[in-house]
């Protein structure tokens, strides 16, 4: 696959270059404990390599929203412990105001994290001189954060364009990935999209239906299109007001060639909680006092089909409820699925954005699709056809 970007097999010899690496690190904690540490382990690669290589290697990142102000609680001192014990090689901590000293003095191979770059009110404004600074730290720049790709900053933008720069291999990797799911892909091509609101994924929607063979439609939104369809559902999430709106999109879709697929049998339940009773009915007899909350068996197994004859899938966003036990059942038999047929290597399987990412760990499989994304912003906007900032600074 032809690349417009630059990768680690292009970089050359780093031996004591100064390599200013954009990491996501912005991971949670409670307690002054890392929480979740994926996006430690995601950063590991790129680093790890580079050090290996003999750079000094400074990371840079966000950590919360400090609004251009110093935060202690919002210090990457928290988290630069835990990246050492993920990395498996000491990391020290760079405070910003004597960065260009401590990097002067450090030794080949050397790993550091610069301090909270968003608390220069700079950053997010992608402000000249705060690249400027940033730039006069390193001699090459590697971009390895795909997740703050979507953000015109200085760490992710500006200094793209003011230093070499590079593709990390978690930047890549995704970039390969999205580009086989959406760029490039091998139809036929299927599309889940899930999640509470339609007027959160109406962009997504209307790109999808001129890329994709067939549209899965779940979760709240889809009961949004079935009440444009005239279907009444009861007291279920619904945005009633963009009916209309939906009613284009299906339109659109017809003209395209694209399936849109809407659950014909759902479950529902009078309260939404954990294990109420419930029943499963065609979507033309859910009650006046009934929510839906899942799709139902006959559909799930409906969709499954569908994707037996595809060969590309992305998904974004659960078919139901799906922290709320039963109601994950039809977006983990979707899931388990789409993952069986990846094991096989009859279907390319991409999927991201925090639920998505929650419901494939849930139904176990996340490590069985081909790729799973934990960018939640820039993978939507991805899906949108949106031109990621981060990204295109990268082309050259």
């Known amino acids: 696959m032809a690349r417009n970007f630059k990768t680690l097999e292009d970089i050359g010899d780093v031996t004591g270059k100064r390599v200013l690496v954009r990491e996501d690190l912005n991971v949670p904690m409670a307690d002054g404990a890392v929480t979740d540490d994926t996006r430690l382990r995601a950063a590991v690669q790129t680093v790890a390599e580079l050090s290996d290589k003999g750079a000094k290697v400074i990371?840079?990142?966000?950590?919360?929203?400090?609004?251009?102000?110093?935060?202690?609680?919002?210090?990457?001192?928290?988290?630069?412990?835990?990246?050492?014990?993920?990395?498996?090689?000491?990391?020290?901590?760079?405070?910003?105001?004597?960065?260009?000293?401590?990097?002067?003095?450090?030794?080949?191979?050397?790993?550091?994290?610069?301090?909270?770059?968003?608390?220069?009110?700079?950053?997010?404004?992608?402000?000249?001189?705060?690249?400027?600074?940033?730039?006069?730290?390193?001699?090459?720049?590697?971009?390895?954060?795909?997740?703050?790709?979507?953000?015109?900053?200085?760490?992710?933008?500006?200094?793209?364009?003011?230093?070499?720069?590079?593709?990390?291999?978690?930047?890549?990797?995704?970039?390969?990935?999205?580009?086989?799911?959406?760029?490039?892909?091998?139809?036929?091509?299927?599309?889940?999209?899930?999640?509470?609101?339609?007027?959160?994924?109406?962009?997504?929607?209307?790109?999808?239906?001129?890329?994709?063979?067939?549209?899965?439609?779940?979760?709240?939104?889809?009961?949004?299109?079935?009440?444009?369809?005239?279907?009444?559902?009861?007291?279920?999430?619904?945005?009633?007001?963009?009916?209309?709106?939906?009613?284009?999109?299906?339109?659109?879709?017809?003209r395209a060639n694209c399936v849109v697929h809407l659950p014909y049998d759902v479950v529902v339940a009078i309260e939404f909680r954990a294990n109420p009773p419930v029943r499963t009915v065609n979507v033309h007899e859910v009650g006046p006092d009934e929510m839906i909350l899942d799709i139902g068996p006959a559909a799930t197994e409906a969709l499954a089909d569908v994707l037996k004859n595809c060969r590309t899938l992305v998904w974004n966003g659960p078919l139901g409820a799906f922290e709320t036990p039963p109601f994950d059942t039809a977006t983990v038999a979707l899931a388990k699925t789409a993952a069986a047929l990846t094991r096989e290597g009859s279907l390319v399987s991409v999927a991201g954005g925090g639920d998505t990412v929650a419901a494939l760990n849930q139904a176990g499989v996340a490590d069985d699709f081909s790729f799973v994304s934990t960018a939640g912003g820039a993978f939507l906007e991805w899906m949108e056809g949106k031109e990621l900032p981060g990204v295109a600074a990268l082309a050259r």
């Open 59 to 254: 990371v840079l990142a966000h950590f919360g929203r400090p609004k251009g102000q110093r935060d202690p609680s919002m210090s990457l001192a928290l988290v630069t412990k835990p990246f050492e014990a993920v990395l498996g090689r000491p990391v020290r901590f760079i405070d910003d105001q004597q960065a260009a000293d401590v990097i002067a003095k450090m030794a080949d191979g050397e790993v550091g994290i610069l301090e909270n770059t968003r608390f220069d009110s700079g950053e997010e404004k992608n402000a000249p001189e705060t690249v400027a600074r940033l730039a006069a730290l390193g001699d090459l720049y590697v971009n390895d954060a795909f997740s703050a790709a979507h953000r015109a900053h200085a760490s992710t933008e500006g200094l793209a364009r003011a230093l070499p720069a590079y593709a990390g291999r978690q930047m890549e990797a995704e970039l390969d990935a999205l580009n086989k799911a959406l760029g490039t892909p091998e139809h036929p091509v299927a599309a889940v999209v899930g999640g509470a609101k339609v007027s959160s994924k109406l962009d997504v929607l209307r790109h999808l239906v001129a890329k994709v063979d067939h549209l899965i439609i779940g979760g709240g939104m889809a009961n949004t299109f079935l009440a444009a369809r005239g279907v009444n559902v009861g007291k279920s999430l619904c945005e009633h007001d963009l009916t209309a709106t939906a009613e284009e999109i299906l339109d659109a879709a017809d």
